[in-house]
């Protein structure tokens, strides 16, 4: 008989520890608790936990710090952050430093099960990102350097971005987010004209009965949309763009991803 897939929760406030035992302990997920981060790390060296979901803000110990210990002891279950709106900035870097993906508050069912679904069936031996290009500054993020047509540009496990000619970045999904999920049957992108926001979804895939939001490398206006993209999502590849946006905050914005060459 399977042995049920063991959950560890850190968060400092019983009612998210709550919501998410009522969520996934639905699911058959077996959930244990932690209030505190060093409290978590002591149950993860004691072993069987397929998976973290952490907060990003707690006291004395955040969740970067988290992980930073985490990698430190040599303790590999993979980390699933929560975050609220102030800490998107903060988000990101988590991803460039090691968490699998993260969880904006506040969070639905869906919101919360998806990622987790994709963190699940993470892949083994799926090789390591190479190291970005540009290289980092004493406060953790990437030395700005002037885009030039052709440069790409990722926010880790998510979307890609490529520079274009007339100054606006084409956007699509990274192999490590696509393989990770069923065939998609169902596409939702933005209009032309409307805004998207970097670390928030702006895209959908459907696919089977899940519905997994595409996290959007850039802030901007959408300024062009994969058409034929929407009339046949199965042909949805890595390397198919899906939008085309504008940005509103690109020197800000491109210090947060990892540069590809």
């Known amino acids: 008989m399977n042995q049920p897939v063991r959950i560890l929760v850190i968060d400092d406030e019983d009612v998210i520890h709550a919501s998410i035992r009522r969520i996934l302990s639905r699911f058959g997920y077996e959930v244990a608790g932690a209030l505190t981060a060093a409290e978590g790390l002591d149950m993860m060296e004691q072993g069987g936990y397929d998976a973290v979901i952490t907060d990003l803000m707690m006291p004395k110990m955040n969740g970067l710090e ?13 980390a699933i952050m929560i975050t609220g709106y102030p800490t998107i900035k903060t988000a990101i870097q988590a991803l460039r430093l090691g968490a699998v993906d993260y969880i904006p508050k506040p969070f639905t069912r869906l919101e919360l099960l998806n990622p987790l679904q994709r963190t ?3 892949l083994a031996g799926v090789e390591e990102e190479p190291e970005p290009e540009a290289p980092l500054d004493p406060d953790g993020e990437y030395r700005f350097v002037p885009p030039r047509p052709g440069d790409r540009y990722v926010l880790p496990g998510h979307a890609w971005c490529r520079y274009n000619r007339d100054n606006t970045f084409d956007v699509g999904v990274e192999p490590g987010f696509l393989n990770l999920v069923p065939p998609v049957e169902f596409l939702e992108l933005p209009s ?14 459907r696919a089977s009965s899940e ?12 300024v062009g949309v994969n058409a034929e993209l929407l009339a046949s999502p199965a042909a949805l590849t890595a390397q198919t763009w899906l939008i085309q946006v504008l940005p509103s905050r690109l020197e800000e914005e491109l210090r947060l991803l990892k540069r590809k060459t």
């Not at 992980?67 to 993979?78: N, Q, S, T, Y």
């Not at 032309?192 to 895939?205: A, H, I, M, R, S």
């Open 211 to 222: 519905v997994h939001g595409l996290f959007m490398p850039l802030s901007g206006r959408v």
């Open 120 to 122: 699940l069936r993470r």
């Open 192 to 205: 032309e004209n409307d805004l998207v926001e970097q670390g928030y979804p702006g895209v959908q895939l």
């Open 66 to 78: 988290m992980l930073a210990a985490m990698k430190e002891r040599g303790l590999g279950a993979p």
